[in-house]
């Protein structure tokens, strides 16, 4: 049992990315899918699906990483949690973070799904900042 599921997600992908592996396979949530669609749409995944799996009840999402082709690599160059459930992190519309001026993206977690910085911003709403991509 994990305390921080979205940590361990996070380090799930930093450590696969490390290592050059392809595909990683972590334990389904409603907050993780959310998190992997919006790396997925903004391009730092390749792919990714959620299955079942046979032996057990519990599903898994399937996460293909991205990498260059050439130089072989990752897309993402640093994956890292902002919010902890020791201490929230929240931001308001006005306040939203750029990370790194604007290269990077902010996942938060809003009242209209997890989004990113940009995409709050555009919706004119604030959340708890989840963690930066870049």
């Not at 696969?16 to 990683?24: E, F, G, M, P, Q």
């Not at 699906?49 to 260059?68: G, H, M, R, W, Y």
């Not at 290269?103 to 963690?131: F, H, P, W, Y």
């Amino acid at each position: 049992m994990y305390s921080d599921v979205i940590a361990d997600l996070l380090t799930r992908i930093r450590n696969a990315s490390a290592v050059r592996k392809r595909v990683i396979e972590v334990p389904a949530s409603n907050m993780k899918l959310g998190i992997v669609q919006v790396l997925y749409k903004m391009g730092y995944i390749q792919n990714f699906k959620q299955i079942e799996t046979p032996d057990s009840p519990k599903k898994v999402i399937k996460i293909a990483l991205k990498f260059d082709r050439i130089t072989k690599e990752p897309a993402i160059t640093r994956i890292e949690r902002v919010s902890t459930p020791g201490l929230r992190q929240y931001a308001d519309a006005s306040s939203l973070p750029r990370v790194m001026n604007g290269l990077g993206i902010a996942i938060l977690s809003t009242s209209k799904g997890i989004l990113t910085d940009k995409e709050a911003r555009l919706q004119n709403v604030g959340g708890e900042v989840l963690c930066y991509v870049y």
